[in-house]
């Protein structure tokens, strides 16, 4: 059946766990076949359906914000996405959207609302940093003026040479960058590797969408109506976490209002309970529910499927964190463990490490959630081989640790084996570093 013919008609005021699923999965995309060969446009449709994409530090198999198109395209070309985000006058930029994450250029007056209550929140408080600094604000400012879009490093460079004292080092600098930012007074103007260009908005922003301020209300209408399609089915928590939008009472306003546009509808959903009770949840018009999903994938731990881990226990009945802050010996599944998506379900977990100076592919750990399919090492076997050749990584070797190692070592015929702990890296800040 094609999506088109999926669409829902007439009323329904119902959906089972499993037709939730799959609302859920097509909305992000993995109902539609993976492409032959992704480029430039397969990548710009996958962002537009997810409005979003999340960034983290941490990098033991694949940065962060490369994983969802993975997911979603299967084997692309890393450098076609990095052209999006890190051009001079990049079409995707960053902000405090979902946390630090990349979105349209043309969506950064949507979050005026958030960089006003920053301001408010940080810049006005007396005492605080950025009141007691304001010198050297404003010299990192005219700095970006005068000079364009700079490193902090560059910037620190300059300032050793022309001042001297305990504010004039590379923490204040990037201090002083960080609160613009969150102002909108700057943007990120691309990246060297991973390290920020900042550079004052009105030389990175669109001049036509820094003129257009877009009023809090309709801002938060908007971004709500965005979550809601990118959801598919969801709650007004999920609706409002997709934004870290803190104020129930606008969400629920919003969330009125398109009700009353129709572009949602309210909808019960098997399982769905707050407080022992029916959780009342919204569908969007555009919703498909497909027969089947036949995807498999592995996921990011900031993936939009899961990323918001009360939606992912209530959608998959899978219960996730991340354990990179867990002493090594108290882990349950590993420092960094991806969810395995195959069909309409998570059906497991896996621990991935690239091992890049043996060109290896280190299954640190592996997991079944219960229920899985039949076929589901198959399955997860062909996204690992795939996942090896995306990274440019000749082997795999899977460890011994976890009740779905022996089951894929079966069918992974090629594999090494080893013990775990091998190569299991020390915990890294989760948060994106400058």
């Not at 960089?115 to 005492?127: E, N, Q």
């Not at 379900?345 to 100076?357: M, P, Q």
Request: net charge positive.
């Amino acid at each position: 059946m094609s999506v088109r013919m999926a669409r829902l008609s007439g009323v329904k005021e119902s959906l089972s766990a499993a037709e939730a699923r799959r609302v859920a999965l097509a909305a992000q995309g993995f109902a539609r076949p993976r492409p032959d060969a992704p480029g430039t446009r397969q990548i710009n449709l996958a962002l537009q359906r997810m409005h979003t994409l999340q960034i983290d530090s941490v990098n033991v198999f694949a940065r962060s914000h490369y994983m969802p198109l993975f997911s979603r395209l299967g084997a692309y070309d890393t450098s076609a996405l990095d052209r999006l985000l890190f051009a001079r006058r990049p079409p995707y930029v960053e902000y405090l959207a979902h946390v630090a994450a990349f979105v349209p250029a043309g969506d950064w007056a949507l979050f005026r609302f958030r960089m006003d209550a920053m301001r408010a929140k940080y810049g006005s408080a007396a005492g605080g940093w950025y009141q007691t600094h304001r010198e050297i604000v404003d010299w990192v400012r005219a700095e970006l003026a005068a000079r364009g879009p700079l490193r902090p490093a560059q910037i620190d460079h300059d300032a050793k040479q022309t001042r001297r004292g305990p504010w004039w080092d590379w923490d204040v600098v990037k201090h002083a960058l960080e609160y613009l930012w969150m102002f909108g007074e700057v943007a990120i103007a691309g990246r060297r590797g991973f390290e920020r260009r900042y550079g004052l908005a009105e030389h990175v922003i669109p001049a036509e969408v820094l003129a257009a301020p877009v009023p809090r209300d309709e801002a938060i209408r908007e971004l709500v109506r965005r979550a809601a399609r990118a959801y598919g089915v969801a709650t007004a928590s999920d609706l409002a976490d997709y934004w870290r939008i803190r104020d129930r009472r606008a969400v629920l306003t919003a969330v009125a209002e398109l009700e009353e546009a129709g572009e949602v509808r309210p909808v019960a959903v098997e399982g769905w309970t707050t407080a022992g009770r029916p959780a009342k949840a919204w569908l969007h018009s555009d919703a498909v529910v497909p027969r089947r999903i036949e995807a498999a994938a592995l996921l990011t731990p900031f993936d939009p499927v899961v990323w918001f881990r009360d939606r992912a226990e209530r959608l998959f009945d899978f219960a996730y964190r991340i354990e990179i802050y867990t002493p090594a010996p108290q882990r349950r599944y590993g420092y960094y463990s991806l969810p395995v998506l195959v069909g309409d379900d998570l059906v497991g977990r896996v621990d991935l490490k690239a091992e890049r100076s043996a060109s290896t592919l280190r299954v640190q750990s592996a997991w079944w959630e219960h229920g899985r399919p039949a076929h589901a090492a198959e399955m997860l076997a062909g996204e690992l081989r795939g996942a090896a050749a995306w990274q440019g990584l000749e082997r795999i070797s899977i460890s011994r640790w976890g009740d779905a190692t022996d089951d894929l070592a079966a069918v992974v015929t090629e594999a090494a084996r080893h013990e775990r702990g091998l190569a299991e890296p020390a915990a890294l800040a989760a948060d994106e570093p400058g």
